[in-house]
């Protein structure tokens, strides 16, 4: 049995993309969204149109970006009819300006990823987008430090002044246990009663598929996922597991199990993500993961780079002083 | 708020040694067990004591085995109290003779794996360890593929034949979701009245966290993680997730943080553990993990290590003859 509404939205380029400043070959890009349509995946996002005043074109790559001309690079003889595109805006990183009226654009859905405290930001982001012809939702990230009043009025406010499809969790710190999924899911049902609710999770204690299903068994509907985890830090939700707990049959694992050999295997060896006790410390203390991927990225002969206990020590007198 | 009625039991060495043929150091071992000691966990296992007859003792290690004079090289001078020694018999892999009387021996409880076909065999184990004055647990293996009516009759003779001190759910193809755990744990009560339940999960599927959080709120007090998931094929439940989740302030997480950095990430450059494609496949698929730990022995420069999609197809294939 499977419920209809569910929208799976791959995000393997965008979220992967924080832990290579979205260098991805055009190659490697056409070979996901290659995939990702043939699997009968609903969304695919291909990176970020954040701002060239934010980020530099010297350091990052195309798709910190998704300059138009590129998006066309990627879908060009294989545009799915099935598959929706989507890009993200940071709402305190992106300008309305960088968006295109939907009839110049191959995009079909803009993502405003934001923290609480911008939400007028995103909310104008996210009008922009509708105003312009797009599909978009307000991603509320770190909402696990979120203060709860603060939390309703955004809902509140995304609610009355917006038009978007949905509204995620985004547990940006991979922090939340199922109980936190719950109790977030019945809150933003509380006040989001015409749009549907979305979960992107966070891999810090593991919990990443497990907090997703509890997202599905409590009413999300959007959900997200990325190939072989491939996200910041811990990494997400696994794609691939998420197709195989869904039951509707227009999904097809092989295509995904295919690019993962050829492309996301290949990336292992230069970059590193997925569960890492660093990781797990900030997770399981509800901390932001830079300073354990700082860590992370220290090189294997660099001895603090395992020196767990020290970082535990550091981090819970930190959380005691916060 | 705690639960204090939990007991952690950690088997990095016993459910580690599937990996590398129970061959860890003596130093290692002692490390483990003394960091494992000082974090405050209920019960270290700390291998195999299963027959010279099945096992080649050139082949395997020490651990398969666990001779007296062994266990007593790596608890010499360290010995706690507060922590009881368990050692594992496989019921079809283990006679009762290897067993001394318990006053001759280290060792505090003895768990006894079993199918569910062996149960009968696992029954005359158990009773053999309390007779001979241990705690002993009937471990029931790959309970995702036992058939209803043979397991039903398994619990209503471990409640009448025995007086193990725990049951457990063992999840040997990390096949369960969340609510197969809530149903395994009902069911075991049905039964077992006078007994413990135990979880012992695997991660093919990124659920043994999860899952063993899952059985804790269903009522299971018998809980099995293992260092860093150090475990056959994808590994286990963490350990240290185990104790962040529990709020016991008995438990201390750092001395295990400082015996994964000593003793665990060096094991990583030798043996290879953890979520992969293949064991996602075996255990979306509730396959045992073997064809998928084949294919990951293979080299890296072996094209099929890769061939996913055919690993699937396989599966399934072979899924439909079953």
Same mark, same amino acid.
């Given at each position: 049995m499977f419920r209809p509404e569910i929208k799976v939205i791959d995000c393997t380029i965008r979220d992967g993309g924080l832990m290579n400043k979205s260098n991805f070959t055009i190659e490697t890009v056409r070979n996901v969204y290659k995939a990702v349509c043939a699997s009968g995946i609903d969304i695919v996002e291909l990176g970020y149109r954040n701002s060239k005043q934010h980020f530099s074109v010297k350091e990052y790559g195309l798709w910190r970006f998704c300059d138009e001309e590129d998006l066309r690079k990627v879908v #060009? $003889?294989? %545009? !799915?009819?099935k598959t929706k595109i989507a890009i993200m805006q940071d709402s305190h990183k992106?300008? !309305?300006?960088d968006v295109l009226p939907k009839k110049d654009s191959v995009v079909d859905v803009i993502r405003v990823a934001t923290y609480v405290k911008d939400i007028d930001k995103a909310i104008k982001l996210a009008n922009n987008a509708t105003e312009k012809g797009y599909e978009a939702t307000i991603n509320i990230m770190s909402i696990s430090r979120a203060l709860e009043r603060d939390l309703d009025e955004a809902l509140a406010q995304i609610e009355k002044e917006t038009k978007v499809s949905a509204v995620y969790i985004v547990d940006s710190f991979g922090s939340l246990y199922s109980e936190d999924m719950d109790y977030y899911v019945d809150k933003f049902k509380k006040y989001i009663k015409n749009k549907e609710i979305g979960v992107h999770c966070h891999n810090s204690t593991q919990l990443a598929f497990a907090n997703t299903i509890a997202g599905i068994i409590r009413g999300a509907n959007y959900l997200d996922g990325t190939l072989y985890g491939l $996200?910041? $830090? !811990? $990494?997400?939700?696994?794609t691939e597991l998420l197709l195989s707990f &869904? %039951? =509707? *049959? %227009?999904? #097809? !694992?092989r295509p995904l199990f295919d690019v993962i050999s050829k492309e996301i295997m290949p990336l292992t060896k230069k970059i590193t993500w997925g569960y890492s006790i660093p990781y797990m410390i900030a997770g399981s203390l509800n901390r932001h993961p830079q300073a354990a991927m700082d860590m992370m990225d &220290? *090189? #294997? =002969? =660099?001895p603090e780079k395992f020196e767990y206990r020290k970082f535990y020590e550091k981090l819970t007198e930190e959380q005691m002083e916060d």
């Open positions: #060009d $003889g294989i %545009k !799915s009819e992106a300008v !309305s300006e $996200g910041r $830090g !811990s $990494g997400n939700c696994p &869904l %039951k =509707n *049959p %227009k999904f #097809d !694992s &220290l *090189p #294997d =002969n =660099n």
